[in-house]
């Protein structure tokens, strides 16, 4: 529903966005990953049409964002990064507005506008000044504006930013909710939400596309993947070593120090594959007290992949 | 045309959002009343037209008007909900002509609120009511050029006093060039190059309207063209620095 082409801006002598291909299909949420100015943001206000791009074209549900920039925009649902809105407004009033805007009747808007409100949980502070609602509030606003319509294409630039843990949770599952009849593309800082709520991960930094890929595959890519974590009673490092060197690789992982005198160590697997009946076979001598295999760390990954794109290039 | 009405209803009743439009509209009045009664002589003149009035209206436009105009874009740009007009699905067009429609029914109103001057004058006097509607015509069309362009300049940046500077000056311009003294100055020029000079001057095009009481269709041009010509720079602006 969302094909993007070659998609480049330059600002200047800066290529905040370099060549940038994807397409994105009913039923995926896409996570949008990527340091500070990675050109994140600038893609997605390319994809909404905010934003001309220097070169390659950006297509929603078939229309280019280009050349056909009204039909794209009906069927595309927006949160700007920061979700702005009209300070003077009422959110009762701003999303009543949306729907004429995206041409609603009447009814029918009002309608649609008591869904949202009860879907994103607004009822409070529908008569509230929108320069007075907290960051919270502002960014559930800006996410009823952009389902209002109940668009097939949802592009959402940082939805859960400046949320607390329980909207962060609702706002998740309200994505999960809407992704099975839409496509949506997300960017976020958080990693831990790429795992919770997207069935695909793009990352980007400095403009280029580095990873394409489920968020499970960009797992394998870690250090961890398949790791086993063992706590261990008393001071049995060299031992455990032993045991396991056909297998693994024993790293201590608690920074040298033993709470309640247990040590906690990772195993790393030495050809990546999953070690656990290795190892566990191979610990009956000590004292276990608690074993789990790691599934992998996505901050590792992210740190690892865009910190050597940067050292590859200086 | 529907979509322009949606975009003018939301701005048009923003302004009374906040008690910024009735601090406006008072501020006008009382100086209206000012510039008519005290500078413009309504009674020693002994004469009963609008004349004062409308006199000092160009003046009175030149600081009322960009102080309007000033937040129809840069407030957009200063809050970043210019990211979500433009992202919606309104033409450029739709967008530029709807807000500065809203702005100008607000001064269209302020001017409304004035009429009680004509009752004055109907009731102390026999004025030619064609010539006051006449004036009262073309001080709506002078005040739609002074809005279309200050509500470009307010495209040009976030900042609402930078606007509101540019727009002062700008609109300054336009009326300078029809100043006597002005003229005088420039006279060295060749005759058609101040005759043209001339011709882009919003204070002789709105004279012409308010003395002869005649609205000729070259002023309709005049105000008609400039109108036009600054909304589509307008729009244009926007269209090329819309993420700055």
């Not at chain 1, 529908?126 to 109940?150: P, W, Y």
């Not at chain 1, 890519?221 to 086993?228: D, M, Q």
């Not at chain 2, 909900?81 to 702005?103: N, R």
């Not at chain 2, 004036?135 to 976030?158: E, F, Q």
Request: charged residues 20%.
């Amino acid at each position: 529903m969302i094909e993007i082409r070659n998609l480049s801006k330059h600002f200047g002598p800066i290529r905040a966005v370099d060549n940038v291909s994807f397409s994105v299909a009913q039923g995926e949420v896409l996570g949008f990953l990527g340091p500070n100015g990675a050109g994140k943001s600038t893609t997605m206000k390319m994809v909404t049409g905010f934003l001309t791009p220097s070169e390659g074209t950006a297509l929603v549900c078939g229309h280019d964002v280009q050349k056909e920039p009204i039909e794209a925009k009906r069927k595309l649902g927006y949160l700007p990064e920061g979700a702005p809105l009209y300070p003077d407004m009422t959110p009762r009033r701003f999303l009543h507005w949306a729907a004429s805007v995206r041409g609603m009747p009447k009814a029918e808007g009002a309608r649609r506008v008591a869904e949202v409100v009860e879907r994103v949980q607004l009822g409070n502070v529908l008569d509230q000044r929108m320069e007075t609602l907290s960051k919270g509030f502002k960014r559930r606003v800006g996410l009823a504006q952009a389902i209002l319509h109940d668009p097939p294409v949802l592009v959402l630039d940082e939805p859960t930013d400046g949320l607390d843990p329980n909207q962060k949770h609702e706002v998740r599952s309200l994505i999960r909710e809407m992704s099975r009849e839409k496509a949506i593309v997300l960017s976020t800082h958080i990693l831990e939400e790429v795992d919770a709520v997207c069935s695909r991960v793009i990352l980007i930094a400095r403009g280029k596309l580095l990873v394409d890929e489920a968020p499970r595959e960009m797992l394998a890519r870690s250090r961890y993947h398949n790791a086993v974590t063992v706590h261990v009673r008393g001071d049995s490092g060299e031992e455990l070593e032993r045991a396991v060197a056909e297998v693994a690789t024993v790293e201590r992982s608690d920074g040298g120090d033993s709470q309640e005198g247990l040590a906690q160590y990772t195993l790393f697997p030495r050809n990546g594959q999953p070690i656990l009946p290795q190892v566990s076979e191979r610990l009956a001598g000590l004292e276990v007290v608690d074993i789990h295999v790691e599934g992998g760390r996505l901050d590792e990954v992210f740190r690892n992949l865009t910190t050597a794109d940067s050292e590859s290039r200086s | 045309m529907r979509m322009v009405g949606v975009i003018f209803k939301r701005e048009f009743q923003g302004y009374f959002a906040t008690p910024v439009a009735v601090v406006f509209l008072f501020i006008f009045l009382v100086l209206c009343g000012i510039f008519t009664f005290e500078l413009g002589g309504f009674f020693e003149r002994g004469q009963a037209d609008l004349l004062p009035f409308f006199q000092y209206l160009p003046w009175l436009f030149l600081f009322l008007i960009p102080a309007v105009a000033m937040r129809l874009w840069a407030e957009e740009r200063r809050t970043g909900t210019i990211e979500l007009l433009m992202t919606l699905p309104v033409t450029m067009m739709q967008a530029v002509l709807g807000k500065f429609l809203a702005a100008w029914a607000f001064l269209g109103l302020a001017l409304a609120l004035t009429l009680p001057l004509w009752i004055t004058v109907n009731y102390l006097g026999d004025p030619d009511n064609g010539v006051v509607l006449a004036s009262y015509v073309g001080a709506l069309l002078m005040a739609g050029s002074y809005l279309a362009i200050g509500s470009c300049m307010s495209s040009v940046t976030k900042n609402q006093v930078i606007a509101f500077i540019l727009g002062v000056v700008l609109c300054f311009v336009f009326v300078l060039v029809g100043l006597p003294g002005m003229l005088n100055f420039l006279s060295f020029l060749p005759d058609p190059i101040l005759e043209t000079l001339r011709s882009f001057s919003i204070l002789d095009h709105f004279q012409a309207t308010i003395v002869k009481g005649v609205i000729d269709v070259r002023d309709l041009v005049f105000f008609g063209t400039l109108i036009g010509a600054f909304l589509f720079m307008n729009a244009v602006i926007i269209e090329l620095k819309k993420a700055d």
